[in-house]
């Protein structure tokens, strides 16, 4: 087993898991939304962005994406995770928990004091999350206006 940065061909095998990742991590919720195509290919043009693929014997069973976001509320630089996402054959295994606990040691060793992520109601990486120590800072709700 191995976790490391994603090298090209590897960042290939993401970006083409993209519909399915977003799909499942927003649980559903952008399905209808055709409008930001675009919008997973935005942290391959961060340059202070990166992906951690878990490996094991030669396959890729997962990845994290690991980035800097700064926070507009109190104008401070934090970790951020922009995704997480375990292959299914691969899932219950530990996989989405080693390549957290190996983001969060990076971003201890970048000095970051905490790390940030955003995720959708009803997504279930939510309690891995809380199991590591995350917890909840803000709420978006939303009111449809369609009749």
């Known amino acids: 087993m191995e976790i ?7 960042l290939l095998e993401i970006l083409a898991h993209w519909k399915v990742v977003m ?7 952008l399905d209808k939304n055709q ?12 340059d202070d962005f990166d992906y951690l693929v878990f ?18 509320h109190i ?10 996402y375990v292959l299914p054959a691969f899932r219950k295994q530990g996989v989405g928990r080693k390549l957290c606990e190996e983001a969060i040691k990076k971003f201890k060793e970048a000095n970051y004091d905490s ?18 120590g995350f917890s909840e800072v803000s709420c978006l709700m939303e009111l449809s206006l369609d009749s």
């Open 4 to 10: 490391r940065l994603a090298h090209e061909k590897e």
């Open 23 to 29: 799909s499942e991590s927003t649980a559903g919720y």
């Open 35 to 46: 409008e930001g195509e675009l919008s997973p290919l935005a942290p391959f043009f961060y």
């Open 55 to 72: 490996v094991e014997e030669g396959t890729v069973q997962g990845w994290i994406g690991i980035g800097e976001i700064r926070d507009a």
């Open 75 to 84: 104008h401070e630089s934090k970790g951020f995770i922009s995704e997480l």
């Open 115 to 132: 790390v940030q992520l955003n995720l959708f109601k009803g997504n279930n990486a939510k309690y891995l999350y809380e199991n590591l």
